[in-house]
């Protein structure tokens, strides 16, 4: 196949990316903004006007709502960055990526709203930490304290640290490999500098333009998430996307153009919050080239970098009491206070599947396994695309496949559902399998993307000299050489797509039901064993995903050290 062949095919893969991925969200995007000035022809709104801001600017809370957002989001991302950058600057020489990415996969399998109900069993005033600290402080019933769903966000900031640092981490490890960090740090260490300032003058100026879109993700889910601000956040008045959650799902239609207002308002917070991390970027360069030329070796950043992996770790022991949480109340029958484990244990809830969690079990596979699968073909097509054209993905390609995960979702799934409604797809496995690739894709393109690009070009050429064709090159020479990259990436997608709330719950019409779905309606009051047993599986379906990408290729590959090697 000639270079030209290969832009055709790239040119397909891309006008189907466009149609499948971009026009979806531009179309919602329009049509919310379509209902947010009031022209909805099916509710008789056919005028354009500002009444629906108005109804939106009069609801109570509302302000308090935008600040919120802007609190928890703002505060997550900056504490999760500092704590990221403070732990790898300590850790950075002690573990391989790969072995970083291992020890992180727990957390970074869980899905938030699993993670959040279990953080909830943790700090509710009758959970696990108030258990073992009632013998110290004597505390004979539970205390009475907002420490879930707490007006200022505590709760909400933990949770999403605990879910953001991990991703921060592998991100932050995975940059580290293009830059020269050891030459670095050898000739910071021979000019005097301690591995802190080393970090902070050197080593993170050049690491932030590599990680700066992914903390523009984290950012931007952080500022729009539904599932853990209906777990953990404030609730009367609660964030901005749960407010508007519930002006789209309320009884009255009329609401929906309000909430299609506020779904516009969370895009401009959402940007707003773009400008401010870019504005701190900027002071931060002049702030720090002004400190550079003062010269200066303290040694005031190693307390810094210590307080940093005391914060990360007590994350994760935080994050795996949260997660152990989860199964113990599944399985709890009788559990007294202030025991700090169950008297007594069943099986009961488990042992029920016709009651519901079998079948919000077989549609989270069904929707997983086909929004992967669909995500995966087309990332694998999109990257033989560019080794056929020879040419290296553009800049404005990179920035498509990131744009997802950057827009609210909240800002166009309701646009995207009337889509959907015109086309006869909505309330169905299609719309739901379509609504969530749109997330899948981005991560597991960027999960295989590197792995794809490091495959030794020497392989496929000495195929080419046996007479391979260009098809039988990728699927008897690069999928294999690859199975243990593009395993990984499915299992990141399955994670992605178990964890999607808003758009089951968009595209579903609230008839799709499915772990996650089930599990933050149930964490709203009802039984905890029943909603530990929908948590627990909605957790150890993707960490069972993760286990069979690391133990396929351990089998298949067993005598073979090299492929191994080059999976690896």
Request: proline fraction near 7%; charged fraction near 10%; aromatic fraction near 8%.
């Amino acid at each position: 196949m000639t270079p030209r062949d290969g832009k055709a095919l790239r040119a397909v893969v891309l006008a189907a990316l466009i149609l499948g991925l971009i026009a979806p969200i531009a179309i919602g995007l329009a049509q919310t903004t379509r209902a947010a000035f009031g022209v909805m022809p099916v509710l008789g709104a056919i005028t354009p006007g500002l009444d629906p801001w108005r109804d939106l600017f009069a609801i109570p809370g509302l302000w308090t709502s935008v600040r919120m957002t802007l609190w928890t989001g703002l505060a997550s991302t900056l504490l999760s960055l500092m704590l990221a950058i403070g732990f790898c600057a300590v850790a950075h020489d002690r573990m391989s990526h790969s072995a970083a990415a291992r020890w992180l996969t727990p957390f970074l399998a869980a899905p938030h709203a699993a993670m959040a109900i279990g953080l909830a069993f943790v700090l509710a005033p009758s959970g696990w930490i108030a258990r073992l600290l009632s013998p110290l402080i004597g505390w004979d019933r539970p205390p009475d304290l907002a420490i879930v769903n707490d007006p200022w966000g505590i709760a909400l900031i933990l949770g999403l640290m605990i879910k953001e640092v991990p991703f921060l981490l592998l991100v932050m490890l995975s940059a580290l490999t293009q830059v020269p960090l050891r030459q670095h740090m050898a000739a910071g260490r021979m000019l005097g500098y301690g591995r802190g300032l080393v970090w902070m003058k050197i080593i993170a100026p050049q690491v932030w333009p590599l990680i700066r879109l992914p903390v523009m993700v984290v950012l931007a889910y952080a500022m729009s998430t539904v599932d853990m601000g209906l777990i953990l956040g404030p609730s009367n008045p609660p964030v901005l996307a749960v407010l508007l959650t519930r002006l789209f799902f309320d009884p009255d239609v009329a609401q929906i153009l309000p909430a299609s207002s506020g779904a516009i308002l969370q895009g401009l917070l959402v940007a707003l919050a773009f400008l401010v991390l870019r504005l701190g970027e900027v002071a931060c360069r002049r702030v720090g080239l002004w400190w550079l030329r003062s010269g200066g070796r303290g040694s005031t950043a190693e307390p810094l970098l210590r307080v940093a992996t005391v914060g990360v770790l007590g994350l994760f022991a935080v994050g795996t009491l949260a997660m152990l949480s989860l199964l113990v109340w599944s399985l709890a029958w009788r559990w007294p206070w202030p025991a700090p484990l169950p008297q007594s244990w069943s099986l009961k809830p488990w042992t029920s599947p016709g009651a519901g969690w079998g079948n919000a079990l077989g549609n989270t596979l069904l929707l997983a396994g086909a929004s992967t699968a669909v995500s995966l073909a087309m990332a694998i097509a999109w990257l033989e695309g560019e080794d056929r054209a020879q040419r290296g993905r553009a800049g404005w390609a990179e920035a498509l496949i990131y744009l997802p995960l950057l827009v609210p979702q909240i800002a166009f799934l309701y646009g995207l559902n009337v889509l959907f409604l015109r086309i006869g797809i909505s309330g169905g496995h299609m719309a739901v399998i379509w609504a969530q690739a749109l997330f899948v894709f981005p991560y597991v393109m960027i999960t295989l993307s590197d792995p794809w690009r490091a495959l030794d070009p020497r392989l496929t050429r000495a195929a080419a000299s046996l007479g391979a064709g260009p098809w039988r090159r990728l699927f008897a020479v690069k999928l294999p050489v690859l199975l243990m990259p593009i395993l990984t990436a499915a299992a990141i997608g399955i994670a992605v797509s178990v964890a999607q709330y808003l758009p089951t719950l968009f595209m579903g019409a609230g008839r799709v039901a499915t772990l996650t779905t089930e599990a933050v309606t149930l964490s709203s009051g009802s039984d905890r064993r029943v909603t530990g047993v929908y948590a627990s599986l909605q957790a150890g379906l993707p960490l069972a995903a993760y286990a069979i990408a690391f133990l396929i290729p351990a089998l298949l590959h067993r005598n073979r050290d090299a492929l191994k090697g080059a999976s690896a």
